[in-house]
């Protein structure tokens, strides 16, 4: 499972590439605004940092207003993908971005059939939303396996992207789930790195090393 970092803030996405790991990046409206730097100079910078995927999304809500800004946005960088809602409009310019070769990541993605639609309309990738569910008592997780398996049954070329992750938990049912990535905030994804026993671990070897120097 592929792991990408939900941010658009250039120090968290720097600090992560760092550790060898991450392979792509989403980024939302609401999280570029809160950057507060040019969309198009913000996200070419982050495919300089990013050799992977980089989801950048459209705002239009309209199929032609979509395919004119989607256009625009592939046109920033390599692997910019471009990102849609799974609206009407968005599964129309998702279809006719795909048939260009346009790489396409179809988001709000809240139910199986929903996922079927977007593969059917050429989506890169579909976003299931797990924490969202969650909280209206849903098992967005479930949603994420049940998705994963629908594409292997129908041979289905779209990757599942468990989006909406609020817990290294949810991490670790997308991966047993069988998604093919998973976008996470920063928060979550340092979270992975952490285990007490690994830092005891660490203490306990460290403090042995400096007591055996200290008795040469």
Not at 35 to 62: N, Y
Not at 86 to 98: D, E, F, I, R, Y
Not at 137 to 143: K, R, T, V, Y
Not at 180 to 199: I, R
Request: charged share 20%; proline share 4%.
């Amino acid at each position: 499972m592929q792991l990408f970092l939900d941010t658009a803030n250039l120090d968290e996405i720097q600090e992560i590439a760092a550790w060898g790991v991450l392979d792509g990046i989403t980024t939302n409206p609401s999280l570029v605004v809160k950057e507060k730097r040019d969309f198009k100079k913000l996200v070419q910078e982050i495919c300089k940092i990013v050799s992977g995927p980089v989801s950048a999304e459209c705002v239009s809500e309209d199929l032609e207003g979509m395919l004119k800004e989607g256009r625009d946005i592939a046109t920033w960088a390599e692997n910019v993908v471009v990102k849609v809602p799974l609206t009407p409009a968005g599964l129309g310019a998702c279809k006719q971005m795909s048939k260009d070769g346009i790489k396409v990541n179809v988001t709000l993605c809240f139910s199986v059939n929903q996922a079927l639609l977007a593969a059917r309309a050429g989506a890169y990738f579909v976003s299931p939303f797990v924490g969202r569910l969650d909280d209206i008592n849903q098992d967005g997780s479930d949603l994420v396996s049940q998705i994963a398996e629908m594409y292997h049954i129908q041979a289905l070329d779209t990757q599942v992207l468990a989006a909406s992750i609020r817990t290294p938990m949810h991490v670790q049912q997308a991966a047993l789930g069988g998604a093919d990535a998973c976008t996470m905030p920063f928060k979550v994804f340092k979270q992975l790195v952490s285990h007490p026993l690994t830092d005891a671990g660490l203490e306990k070897f460290l403090a042995d090393w400096k007591s055996a120097k200290a008795a040469v």
